[in-house]
């Protein structure tokens, strides 16, 4: 079979060079005689390999100096914990804007370390939006405000960042990381798992402003929790995940090429344009998040009949438009668009709509 | 450059079968027109890639139905908190058995969550030994005791297993991981990183007693530390690294393939035989381990000069015998021969030595 186009929210599709780059030198990396899985994590040509993966990150985001960047294991979910155990510090207290499962999963998982607290929530709509976040109910003495910019499983994206009011901001972007530019200064960590827009499952990238990395954490946080202890060592405190670190650096390198975040955003902007634009005219499809919330990367539709749903994503998947299927709280379908995903991708994909349409539109 | 014999300590050299059967199917994984990297967790492909790693392991080291198999990320580092959060609940106290630098951490970490007591010691000789282990100070109110099998460090492993009066055992075996044959039910918990033996960076395997994953967790585990979560979703709570299982699944078939532990073990005794039985005669090199004590893993040894050990070191790397410095607490050089190195490595490594004795023994 040749390759598909993969619509997985994630893992999800990677760049083909960056996969035919990896194959060619998977037994033997430039030379060395040994692949990236075979190096030693204190060899000189894995510390290239991740120094230049972090320079090259502080390039497309343009990471200010005084923020770390960590590469982790555990994903996001890891973070979950690790966020409040480093963070509520203070006041042990912080703000949580429900906007979804994984935002929701965040705030219990912070209630296991002190006063979280939630700000707003879109429950009432099945997440189908993001609430007004221009004045919530955000105190002085919360150590800081959690959101998750773009939500994965309901398609929707912080139009703006919320104001916090001189709090500090914590993000996931885990599904929209690296797809357009950010101000990082906005936020005092802004961290994802790189599964869904940028390398391969098993690592998290968090980006922190440094006064926040500290001795001063939950008593009982694990070594491997404290962000000190890897910001301290570079993330080499102990083996990282070597392979996902090389992927990403290889991503890197592709977005750099591709003319770095302000392309991917225009590209990313046409490829949700060229759907939406559909689904806004259909009279089989419809979107199931409100305009102004849309999220560029995951795309949600139904028809409203759960059997044609069903017979859409089994057509899709012999077409080779492959993991359309929607998640199960939401039914009906999701497109995941990433930045790796082409826009012959979703114009195949509307083309098949559209043909799908025709003919089942009684 | 073709390919180099590798003795590092791990990251380490991985089958060149399995390299090459990676590479061949990177970009389209057995026809399905995607890369194992771009597979969501939850698709029916990844379901038969850690399905089918899990029932391999199981083969290959007889592991009983009432034990889990988990795959982790974090490292054996992280286990070291995860070890006592999940088991320490009874007595809140474990004994710790300190053969190197890795169970010193370990105990360390324990130390965080309840009573670790050190039960004996080699620090007195740099860990060149394992502690006669017959008749430690082990108490009914220990919830634990706590082994690293094998020290890639200094080169030891525990000629048989300590006497433990009862009380469950826990191994750390990263670095002799499915070199040998073991008898599971001998422990409670069988655990290591990938990462030296089987596969690559960013995935440790927890082989678990079934009646020790429980609720009874200590207060404030991260979700992601709790055995149980990842146990009752077969590991598939959040992403796992897909990328490593798949590798670690392709390594576990080759092992099969070679005849299973029983013949890895031949062959690594072998193996080691050639080395120490030059290390034993050689008038330049010596071991720096008791003989009783040796690891058929990682075999240190030094000159006994500095600047002889470096001219050693560098000029075996010209000959393509690299990472073969010593850990800077050991000093002089360490080959690491696990399962992946052919016997032509040692073979190769053991010329290289003679040859470099004959010319520079004065």
């Not at 998977?26 to 000189?44: A, C, I, N, P, T």
Request: aromatic share 10%.
């Amino acid at each position: 079979m040749s390759r598909v186009y993969n619509f997985s929210a994630g893992p999800a599709c990677l760049p083909e060079e960056v996969l035919k780059e990896a194959q060619e030198d998977l037994m033997d990396y430039k030379g060395k005689g040994m692949s990236v899985m075979e190096m030693s994590h204190r060899s000189k040509m894995f510390d290239d390999i991740i120094k230049t993966a972090e320079k090259d990150i502080r390039d497309l985001m343009g990471i200010p100096d005084n923020y770390k960047v960590l590469f982790l294991q555990g994903g996001a979910y890891q973070q979950f914990a690790a966020i409040p155990m480093n963070m509520m510090n203070k006041h042990h207290k912080a703000g949580y804007i429900l906007t979804g499962q994984w935002a929701t999963k965040a705030y219990k998982e912070a209630k296991i370390y002190g006063d979280a607290v939630a700000l707003a929530s879109s429950e009432d709509k099945t997440y189908s939006y993001i609430p007004d976040c221009s004045d919530l109910p955000i105190t002085d003495d919360m150590d800081y405000v959690y959101i998750c910019q773009n939500n994965t499983i309901y398609g929707t994206k912080f139009p703006t960042l919320p104001n916090t009011k001189g709090v500090d901001l914590v993000a996931d972007v885990s599904s929209m990381f690296l797809s357009e530019p950010v101000n990082v200064n906005d936020y005092a960590v802004i961290y994802g798992g790189v599964q869904k827009n940028v390398g391969p499952a098993g690592l998290v990238i968090d980006i922190i402003r440094d006064d926040l990395i500290t001795d001063e954490v939950y008593p009982g946080t694990p070594t491997m929790l404290k962000w000190k202890t890897q910001a301290d060592k570079d993330s080499l405190f102990n083996t990282p995940n070597c392979w996902a670190i090389y992927i990403c650096g290889l991503v890197f390198k592709w977005l750099k090429k591709q003319g770095g975040l302000a392309v991917m955003k225009e590209r990313n902007e046409k490829k949700a344009k060229v759907l939406y634009d559909f689904l806004d005219q259909s009279k089989l499809f419809h979107g199931t998040v409100e305009k102004g919330s849309r999220s560029l990367m995951n795309v949600p539709f139904v028809t409203g009949d759960k059997d044609m749903d069903a017979k859409f994503v089994a057509e899709a998947a012999d077409a080779g438009l492959l993991n359309i299927k929607g998640h199960r709280t939401v039914g009906g379908m999701r497109a995941s668009i990433y930045n790796a995903m082409p826009i012959e991708g979703v114009l195949k994909l509307v083309d098949f709509m559209s043909e799908f349409e025709k003919k089942n539109l009684k």
